[in-house]
């Protein structure tokens, strides 16, 4: 099974467009990149992925780390390499994608994962809402100011 492109035709199917309203288009790759960039997630904090497929694309949260869990994959640049930095972004106008934590995670199922960082959605809404490509605003938080995943991983040790 190909959970990307799973998640990419149950979008399709249940009429999500293919085209988000910053003009980018998804692809079955993207899905597929940003499927194994939650599931790194999920594995490095010693949680058990949310690997299901409903009508609207995956299951919801990426996974519960004593917290509802949104892992966000960053992304690639225009010319197709894994970006290293920018801005962990979340709809406001898709409020079930809402979680209690972010973890916002680089790289390719090719090169690998790694960790860039995680906020709070508290966190995340205190900064001022951001317009990408002119699009509609969204919560943004740039990358700079995220935790270190060290201290997330204290945390759930009980540290």
Not at 41 to 66: M, P, R, S, W
Not at 75 to 101: F, K, S
């Amino acid at each position: 099974m190909n959970q990307g492109a799973d998640r990419y035709h149950a979008k399709r199917a249940a009429g999500i467009s293919a085209t988000r309203s910053d003009g980018s288009v998804a692809t079955p790759e993207n899905d597929r990149q940003s499927a194994g960039a939650e599931q790194f997630a999920a594995v490095q904090l010693g949680c058990k992925y949310n690997d299901a497929i409903l009508t609207h694309g995956d299951g919801g949260h990426d996974f519960e780390f004593k917290l509802e869990v949104e892992a966000i994959w960053l992304g690639v640049t225009p010319d197709g390499r894994p970006r290293r930095q920018g801005h962990l972004i979340v709809n406001p106008y898709e409020p079930h994608r809402w979680a209690d934590l972010y973890i916002v995670v680089a790289g390719s199922i090719e090169e690998g994962f790694w960790f860039i960082g995680w906020t709070t959605h508290r966190k995340l809404t205190s900064y001022p809402r951001k317009s990408f490509h002119g699009d509609r605003e969204k919560f943004a938080m740039p990358t700079a100011d995220l935790w270190p995943i060290e201290k997330l991983k204290r945390l759930k040790m009980g540290e």
